[in-house]
């Protein structure tokens, strides 16, 4: 069983930056690829972030790119997400997610995640 619970959501300016955290408890953290993902109102869950066990591996959306960083500190069983430049398209409800297969590479399909947070909404006005 694994449990995550994101914070750090909240309401931001465009061009205004938010550091989203997911803390993990049950399972050894460090074992498994995790991911973000992000909904936005009337929208289908689209994959955001990923970053390999070690973290020496991150990968994005085309959408994020260059301004999103996804990070984790094990240690502290820890998955961090950067966000800077925000634009009001990237209004959504944030979730972190856990991948249990041990891949290598990451999955950017929400499918290869089995744990999932409660999520945590990120607001940006214009």
């Known amino acids: 069983q694994v449990q995550l619970v994101e914070s750090g959501g909240g309401l931001v300016q465009a061009g205004g930056s938010l550091r989203l955290s997911c803390a993990a408890s049950?399972?050894?953290?460090?074992?498994?690829?995790m991911g973000w993902f992000r909904q936005a109102p009337g929208k289908e869950r689209k994959f955001v972030a990923a970053i390999s066990r070690s973290g020496g591996s991150t990968y994005y959306a085309d959408s994020v790119k260059g301004r999103f960083t996804i990070s984790r500190d094990n240690a502290k069983n820890t998955v961090y997400l950067q966000m800077n430049s925000l634009k009001p398209e990237d209004t959504a409800v944030y979730y972190c997610?856990?991948?249990?297969?041990?891949?290598?590479?990451?999955?950017?399909?929400?499918?290869?995640?089995?744990?999932w947070g409660q999520g945590t909404q990120v607001t940006v006005s214009s």
């Open positions: 049950g399972r050894t953290f460090s074992s498994y690829n």
């Open positions: 997610a856990l991948d249990l297969r041990r891949t290598v590479v990451p999955t950017s399909s929400e499918r290869g995640y089995e744990y």
